[in-house]
């Protein structure tokens, strides 16, 4: 089996991160999780690769500003991430 991938453009979504966390815990093939859109700044969700797009790598605030555990990626790089997973959630 491959990895779940979760997007998620709502960072305070607490139902996404809830349901992310749980199954970060439960799944032995892993979980992914990108944020998009002004979401870097949230935190990495526990036992799960955390991403956010490079582009997007902004706070709310519009400082520059990024979760030190949070990955950045590319938008190429999210591409491979979708095509390599076994489902994605967006949120």
């Not at 991160?17 to 999780?33: C, K, L, P, S, T």
């Not at 990495?44 to 605030?61: E, F, G, H």
Request: hydrophobic share 45%.
């Amino acid at each position: 089996m491959k990895p779940i991938l979760h997007i998620v453009k709502k960072y305070d979504d607490k139902q996404a991160i809830e349901i992310i966390g749980n199954q970060a815990r439960d799944n032995a093939y892993g979980v992914a999780v990108v944020f998009i859109q002004n979401a870097v700044s949230s935190p990495p969700v526990s036992d799960a690769r955390t991403c956010a797009l490079a582009q997007d790598a902004k706070t709310l605030d519009n400082s520059n500003k990024v979760n030190p555990d949070v990955e950045l990626i590319s938008y190429d790089d999210l591409l491979k991430l979708i095509f390599s997973v076994e489902s994605i959630t967006v949120w």
